[in-house]
């Protein structure tokens, strides 16, 4: 308020040179963004329809609203703005970006992930891009209100978390994973002590027994990182309940399969993948990441004995985002991983407005471990696997 009032009073002096068609307010305000905030992007940071930012350049900025990607009019002075607004969004992180180091991740005050690239590595100009927090925490009534789910598949993974299955999200890029892993983690009973393992915390979890852990890049001398394998393997001591990974992109994948075959049951992650079918190809091609030179069988039948379901989500032509799939691991055949899908999405055309239609619905198939509870007396409603 102090500056704003100094500011006032300069411009005041100044108000003859200052032509009459300049907004006074407007001009206030962007000084203000520039000296003490984030500059054009606080205008697309408050946006509530604007979900991703993207500075590809000074004067190329582009956003997702709805899904869809457009060209925003807000720009920046120079390139030099943008790496001092990439600095500034570092500095209280304890981060840095330079010619050293020319790449960073990071998060703002409210959650938002950042990724910062500038020069050489990035050719034409620092880039940013700002993949924006919810300032609501989405709950399963608004995914299934999005069309992302039906209320029986909701149901059914409500009934694997509880029934403690460990369970892999698997989608593409920006096909809402983390926001699907946060919904289905909170089905976690609040009882449990879990243990949430990320590169950038993202994860908002309604439990109050949360330890929140997250991995570290080298310091100034390259030393001192601390990945996201160190920390799976370190959290198999800190006596969870369950363990939810953020994103298994490396030779973690190991560690996590292992905690899944070794008591840590219920445990939760995401990667990067078009089909419950890849994740499984996924998932071996990262165990052999870890260095373990072990055979394709071995891998498989870890996988197969490890991960109960894969629910695969997909972000469409049309922007939305829904679970394509729920798929059972049933077992081995051979030296295959066999599996049966339990829900699907079947599209079926656009509408007038290029929108996708289409039903979710279930295939007839029951769980193998739906059999199980029930053996055990737990109720199951058995009408949500009705086609």
Partial sequence: NTTKAVLDNILQSMAAEIPRTVNIRQLIKEILDEALALGPLEELLADDEVTEIMVNNWDTIYVERGGKIQLSDSTFTDNDQVVQIIRRILAPLGRRIDESSPLVDARLKDGSRVNAVIPPLAVSGPTLTIRKFPKERLRIEHLIQFGSLTQQMAQFLDICVKSRKNIVISGGTGSGKTTLLNVISSFIPSDERIVTI??????????????????????????????????????????????????????????????????????????????????????????????????????????????????????????????????????????????????????????????????????????????????????????????
Avoid: W
């Avoid at 330890?211 to 601390?226: H, M, T």
């Avoid at 030779?251 to 078009?274: I, K, P, R």
């Fill in 198 to 387: 990320e590169d950038v915390s993202e994860l908002q979890l309604p439990q109050d027994h949360v330890v929140r852990l997250e991995s570290r890049p080298p310091n100034l001398e390259g030393k001192g990182a601390i990945g996201i394998r160190e920390l799976v393997i370190n959290s198999l001591r800190m006596r969870p309940d369950r363990i939810v990974v953020g994103e298994c992109r490396g030779g973690e994948a190991l560690d996590m399969l292992q905690a899944m075959n070794t008591g840590h049951d219920g445990s939760l992650t995401t990667l990067h993948a078009n089909s419950p079918r890849d994740a499984i190809a996924r998932l071996e091609t990262m165990v052999l990441m870890a260095g373990m030179d072990l055979p394709a069988k071995a891998i498989r039948e870890q996988i197969a004995s490890a991960v109960d379901i894969v629910v695969q989500q997909t972000r469409l032509s049309d922007g939305s985002r829904k679970v394509m799939k729920i798929s059972e691991i049933v077992g081995m055949e051979g030296t295959v991983v066999t599996m049966q899908d339990i829900f699907v999405f079947e599209q079926t055309g656009y509408d007038h407005n290029g929108k996708v239609q289409g039903y979710h619905r279930a295939t007839g198939t029951i769980p193998k471990f739906i059999q199980e509870l029930r053996k055990r007396g737990i109720a199951i409603d058995m009408s949500i696997f009705a086609t």
